[in-house]
Nanobody, 120 residues
């Protein structure tokens, strides 16, 4: 079993910054990919940023240039630095990790989410 835990959410004023953290623990043989997703009230969950394969990063158009994803697969820890936040970034942010099991299977695990609220 694998546990994924996010932290670092909170209330921030427009223009401010937050850094989210994601840590995975448990039966992890390797990491195939990971991503940060968000879901605002009444909207579908969307990919914000991700790290795939050999380290290629991807960003949603709405956050490119403002958010930065980073991490250490060897330590099973990842971060999302969010700058120039605006009210449209308000959402629950989720960490998703695609784990490679000891049997060579890929299995996706999700964290419980952390609330980010951008408001004055």
């Amino acid at each position: 079993q694998v546990e994924v835990v996010e932290s670092g959410g909170g209330l921030v004023q427009p223009g401010g910054s937050l850094r989210l953290s994601c840590a995975a623990s448990g039966s992890i043989f390797g990491i195939n990919a990971m991503g940060w997703y968000r879901q605002a009230p009444g909207k579908e969950r969307e990919l914000v940023a991700g790290i795939i394969g050999g380290g290629e990063t991807k960003y949603a158009d709405s956050v490119r240039g403002r958010f930065a994803i980073s991490g250490d697969n060897a330590k099973n820890t990842w971060y999302l630095q969010m700058n120039s936040l605006n009210p449209e970034d308000t959402a629950v942010y989720y960490c998703s990790v695609v784990v490679i099991t000891s049997m060579g299977f890929k299995q996706n695990y999700w964290g419980q989410g952390t609330q980010v609220t951008v408001s004055s």
